[in-house]
C-alpha cells in the first residue's frame, strides 16, 4: 500500500517561517492531486492548500498571501512554505494525496492520508 509521512512541524513565534514536508513511498505509479488540511483543537479539519499534478495551486483565504505549496514529482514529495505564521494557524497539519497505485498498465485509485504534524504558533 502507499504511506505518507508528514514532518517539519514544530513551535514558532508569530510572524516567523516553517516549512511542512511530505512523503509519498509504496507501489506508486502517479501521484495526481496533492493536498494540505489542518484541525486546530475544537475545530473542524479544513482545507488549506491544493496542488495538480500540472502544478496549478489553489488556497483558503486565510493562508493565500503567506502560504505556498509545492511538489517534485520525481521524489514523490509535496511541501508547505509557510511564512508570517499566526497564532490561528495553530493545527495539526495532514497531507493528502490522489494516487494511482501500481503500473502504467495496472493500477488503482487510492487516497491517502498522513498521520498529521502538529505546528504551534506562539504570540
Known amino acids: 500500500q502507499v504511506h505518507l509521512v508528514e514532518s517539519g512541524g514544530g513551535l514558532v513565534q508569530a510572524g516567523g517561517s516553517l516549512r511542512l514536508s511530505c512523503a509519498a513511498s509504496?507501489?506508486?505509479?502517479?501521484?495526481?492531486?496533492m493536498a494540505w488540511y489542518r484541525q486546530a483543537p475544537g475545530k473542524q479539519r479544513e482545507l488549506v492548500a491544493t496542488?495538480?499534478?500540472?502544478?496549478?495551486?489553489n488556497y483558503a483565504d486565510s493562508v493565500k498571501d503567506r502560504f505556498t505549496i509545492s511538489r517534485d514529482n520525481a521524489k514523490n514529495t509535496m511541501w508547505l512554505q509557510m511564512n508570517s505564521l499566526k497564532p490561528e494557524d495553530t493545527a495539526v497539519y495532514y497531507c493528502?494525496?490522489?494516487?494511482?497505485?501500481?503500473?502504467?498498465?495496472?493500477?488503482?485509485?487510492?487516497?491517502?492520508w498522513g498521520q498529521g504534524t502538529l505546528v504551534t504558533v506562539s504570540s
Open positions: 496542488i495538480t499534478g500540472g502544478g496549478t495551486t
Open positions: 509504496g507501489n506508486i505509479f502517479m501521484i495526481n492531486s
Open positions: 493528502n494525496a490522489n494516487i494511482l497505485s501500481g503500473s502504467s498498465w495496472s493500477y488503482r485509485p487510492l487516497g491517502a
